[in-house]
């Protein structure tokens, strides 16, 4: 199985790469389009800001070859919000594979002590589809850092409350991202990944 | 709901942790990977490495350390210790750290915050902060491991590094810290309530009542602890579970 790790400016790829050598799972790190399309599952990482690694995208090409991908990819974080239609982080339009737009976490005056943005920890997720989540359990921890998220909607395929419900997950043909950080939620991420890797 | 966080610190020197305690399951209590992935097991939300060397000679060490700790657990680590560059950072992180911590270098030098929070986000960058509570009663700065008194008080200087960019504050209370006798409330509640960061309390936990406090009281988002994990005073396992029956969300 071939398995590659999109690279770009985004800040988790070791992390990545070094969760997936946990499970057992060899991948290759490249922006190059030929071993980017010859891949049989292609991961989509993503920290940082949404308008500066959608521009890196452009120069490279990137976002035209992550869209007419046609077998399995995972964007995890910044990744999946950059699939997304549109996100107001910066304003930016991003690749449009799922139609729900990416918004700033706004907890009211009253929530404000609370409710911290960014979101940092653990948090549950629910309401899970398609078998990205098989043997989990309902209302599993996952481990999310993010300050702006994607609404819910018909993608939406697991959804985690934070100052409202919004969505931990999406799914669309061959594309599934995920807000949360599968690298780093312990084994239930590694079940993710597994799952991933198994579709 | 989002929960609170129970963070382990393992305090390191030349690659080998300091309290190196007797854990009948672990091989080498010693080596802070086998105590960080024991602690993960356990149901520890983060985990934090400091390192107490942090000479120049001594750095890569560090890295080579944080990228073996990088292949063997599976949640987020903080490391910190003479942190003093982007270059610096650059290294820990592409070495797999999820975050790194700052503290005497940023007070000295707050542009460090800025630079980081611009080329690596806000989301991993923690400022670390020891303060004392003196008889004039403000909490104040120390530097260097709390041997350096600043005239700078803790509640100004944690609201310009968030300005700058800190993403966490790691507050630590000297008057506290080693005591057992409880988080410093009243200071981690001014600043849980003032900033919109989040802040992890730090110094005198000893009861698992105190991890109560810490979080109802004083709305901490994360509790830090070091030789009451090392040397078994309280489990994991157990804090979370007593956390849990108090009505404290935790992950279990």
């Known amino acids: 199985m071939k398995l590659v790790i999109i690279k770009y400016n985004a800040g988790n790829i070791q992390s990545v790469l070094y969760a997936l050598e946990r499970i057992g799972v060899e991948a290759v790190v490249t922006d190059d389009e030929s071993l980017i399309r010859a891949a049989d599952k292609v991961i ?46 910066n304003d930016t339009p991003c690749l449009g594979i799922f139609d729900e737009q990416v918004k700033q976490f706004k907890p009211d005056a009253k929530e404000q002590a609370e409710l911290k943005v960014p979101q940092i920890g653990w948090n549950t997720i629910y309401d899970l589809k398609t078998s990205l989540f098989n043997d989990l359990k309902e209302n599993s921890y996952c481990y999310f850092v993010h300050g702006y998220y994607a609404a819910k909607g018909i993608h939406t395929i697991a959804t985690t409350d934070y100052v409202l419900p919004y969505s931990a997950a999406l799914y669309r043909d061959n594309f599934y991202g995920v807000q949360f950080h599968p690298e780093k939620s312990a084994v239930i991420g590694e079940q993710i990944l597994k799952n991933f890797i198994q579709l | 709901m989002l929960t609170k966080r129970i963070i382990p610190c393992l305090d390191i020197r030349d690659g080998r942790t300091v309290k190196g305690i007797n854990f009948e399951n672990i ?19 983060e985990l934090v490495f400091l390192d107490i060397t942090a000479t120049n000679e001594k750095r890569k060490t560090l890295s080579e350390l944080v990228n073996r700790i990088s292949h063997h657990i599976n949640i987020p680590f903080t490391v910190g210790g003479g942190i003093s560059s982007v270059e610096d950072v650059s290294v820990l992180l592409q070495n797999g750290a999820d975050k790194i911590s700052v503290n005497t270098s940023a007070f000295k030098n707050p542009e460090l915050i800025k630079d980081l929070a611009k080329e690596f986000g806000s989301q991993c960058v923690v400022l670390a902060i020891d303060t004392k509570l003196e008889s004039d009663g403000n909490w104040y700065v120390y530097l260097n491991g709390g041997r350096v008194k600043t005239d700078t008080k803790c509640v100004d200087w944690a609201k310009q590094a968030v300005d700058l960019g800190a993403g966490e504050i790691l507050l630590t209370s000297m008057n506290h810290d080693g005591t057992k006798q409880g988080f410093a409330l009243d200071i981690t509640a001014t600043l849980a309530k003032l900033l919109p960061v989040p802040v992890i309390a730090s110094g005198g936990g000893g009861t698992m009542e105190h991890f109560v406090d810490v979080f109802n009281i004083a709305k901490a988002d994360a509790a ?21 029956e108090k009505g404290i969300v935790v992950r279990i």
């Not at chain 1, 077998?71 to 982080?89: D, F, H, K, N, T």
């Not at chain 2, 830090?224 to 804090?239: D, N, Q, R, T």
């Open chain 1, 44 to 89: 989509f990482p993503g920290v940082g800001e949404a308008s500066t690694a959608m521009n890196y995208l452009k120069e490279r090409g990137l976002d035209q070859i992550i869209k007419s991908l046609t077998q399995p990819v995972l964007g995890i974080c910044l990744g999946m919000q950059l699939m997304c239609a549109y996100s107001e982080e």
């Open chain 2, 27 to 45: 091989r080498d209590a010693g080596d802070p990977v086998e105590l960080g992935a024991f602690y993960a097991a356990q149901g520890a939300d």
């Open chain 2, 224 to 244: 830090l602890a070091a030789s009451i994990f090392h040397f078994k005073e309280i489990g994991i396992p157990e804090l979370k579970q007593y956390l849990n």
